[in-house]
């Protein structure tokens, strides 16, 4: 079993940005492909990006490409997630997601463990 631990999260005005980090433990292995989904009040959970195990492919939902970067340093076991230009709508608690394949998923029933979650606040 991985476990996840996401930081970085905080209050940051719209415009603004910050970098997500998630980091592994146990079982961890870069044979992992990551992923980043949100939550925001009353809504369901929903994907923002995802990372294969080589760092050679990523995917983003279309209301982040273009403003946020998914990466992965598998010698840190960290993966971290850039975002940029943030919107008021950007406001969720942010999960970091672990997937025992080597490729990438967009849907979050593929992903074997997930961390706690951590708060981004937009003010608009």
């Known amino acids: 079993q991985v476990r996840l631990v996401e930081s970085g999260g905080g209050l940051v005005q719209a415009g603004g940005s910050l970098r997500l980090s998630c980091t592994a433990s146990?079982?961890?292995?870069?044979?992992?492909?990551m992923g980043w989904f949100r939550q925001a009040p009353g809504k369901e959970r929903e994907f923002v990006a995802a990372?294969?195990?080589?760092?050679?492919?990523?995917y983003y939902s279309d209301s982040v490409k273009g403003r946020f970067t998914i990466s992965r340093d598998n010698a840190k076991n960290t993966v971290y997630l850039q975002m940029n230009s943030l919107k008021s709508e950007d406001t969720a608690v942010y999960y970091c997601?672990?997937?025992?394949?080597?490729?990438?998923?967009?849907?979050?029933?593929?992903?074997?463990?997930w961390g706690p979650g951590t708060q981004v606040t937009v003010s608009s």
């Open positions: 997601a672990a997937r025992r394949y080597i490729s990438a998923s967009t849907n979050e029933n593929d992903y074997d463990s």
């Open positions: 146990g079982r961890t292995s870069s044979d992992y492909a």
């Open positions: 990372v294969n195990w080589s760092n050679s492919r990523t």
